[in-house]
Nanobody, 123 residues
């Protein structure tokens, strides 16, 4: 069973920084995509940043130049460094992964979500 666990959220003042971490556990064979999404009540969940197998990286326009996604393959961990935070960055941030796992019959592919971590930017 695949499990994603986020950490690193909290309360920060505008202009401050936070680093989110997401650890993926389970019988992981291949990680195709890892990413961060965020959700604000009343709005749709939106992509913040993603990493594709092979190194491709994508950022949402509102966070370009402020957020950086990175990964540690050895630790099956993805990070989101968030700098120059703004009140509009306040949201629940979710880790997402598209992975192939080992199963008794061979492989299985699935898309998984973490439980979310709250980020609040306020003075």
């Amino acid at each position: 069973q695949v499990k994603l666990v986020e950490s690193g959220g909290g309360l920060v003042q505008p202009g401050g920084s936070l680093r989110l971490s997401c650890v993926i556990s389970g019988s992981i064979a291949t990680i195709y995509t890892m990413g961060w999404y965020r959700h604000v009540p009343g709005k749709q969940r939106e992509l913040v940043a993603s990493m594709i197998e092979g190194g491709g990286i994508n950022y949402a326009d509102p966070v370009k130049g402020r957020f950086t996604i990175s990964g540690d393959n050895a630790k099956n961990t993805v990070y989101l460094q968030m700098n120059r935070l703004k009140p509009e960055d306040t949201a629940v941030y979710y880790c997402n992964a598209d992975v192939r796992t080992f199963v008794s019959s061979g492989y299985s592919r699935g898309n998984y979500w973490g439980q979310g971590t709250q980020v609040t930017v306020s003075s």
